[in-house]
């Protein structure tokens, strides 16, 4: 799961546009929706946001007050991120949309990112040298809610897994960041049906705006 730090409070002119154009429904006050082709992903995400209000109302209740929105959308991020500037989880079509996802592993990533929304609330920027104690303390958290879960010692494994993993590794780094960010927009675009030689010149014009802002920033 990849989550997009908080430079901005307001939403990107993309984000906004992507809003304004999709269709939402009011769960316990969390906006569910997205683009209306993938509608029918909407009853999956609120099987999911009523999975934890059955099993566990404290996470439940973070979820109502830290997220405005879960969207369904494509993340170039991996299944899930947190959108500081929406306050929103966005959650991966394609993830939905997989038959061996299932409720709980939905409910669990949703647990995950209200988390990154709770500690970005305190203050707590998602840079360099914090994100493996961020991703650690929001693994953590979703341990605790699927332990409330009847049957879910295979999720629980997976989720200590990657835990581990993410504690010995650079995964967090800029770099790595950056290019698996560009690598998750390739396949996003490519799952949309964008041609390539489109594909690589979104990726040029990105490349292009970063390389100009951290230039405007060295001259400021």
């Given at each position: 799961m990849r989550h997009a730090r908080p430079e901005r409070l307001r939403p990107r002119i993309v984000d906004r546009l992507g809003i304004a154009l999709s269709v939402w429904r009011q769960v316990d006050g969390v906006l569910?929706?997205?683009w209306i082709r993938n509608s029918e992903l909407f009853d999956?995400?609120?099987?999911?946001l009523n999975l934890i209000k059955q099993h566990s109302p404290l996470d439940?209740?973070?979820?109502v007050r830290e997220l405005d929105r879960i969207w369904v959308n494509l993340s170039f991020h991996g299944?899930?991120?947190y959108?500081?500037?929406?306050k929103a989880c966005v959650l991966d079509e394609r993830f939905l949309a997989d038959p061996v996802t299932t409720t709980e592993q939905i409910a669990s990533t949703i647990v995950h990112e209200a988390t990154h929304a709770r500690i970005e609330?305190?203050?707590i920027a998602y840079e360099e040298d914090q994100r493996a104690r961020i991703e650690a303390i929001c693994f953590r958290r979703e341990?605790?809610?699927?332990?409330r879960l009847p049957d879910q010692d295979k999720l629980r494994e997976e989720i200590e897994k990657t835990l581990s993993w993410y504690a010995n590794s650079d995964e967090f780094s800029d770099y790595r960041l950056e290019a698996q960010y560009e690598s998750g927009g390739v396949e996003a675009?490519?799952?949309i049906g964008m041609p390539k030689w489109l594909i690589r010149a979104v990726i040029f014009g990105r490349e292009f705006a970063v390389r100009v802002k951290k230039l405007a920033r060295r001259t400021e």
């Open positions: 569910i929706g997205g999956e995400a609120e099987r999911a439940h209740a973070r979820v299944l899930a991120e959108v500081h500037s929406l609330r305190y203050g341990l605790a809610f699927i332990a675009l490519a799952h």
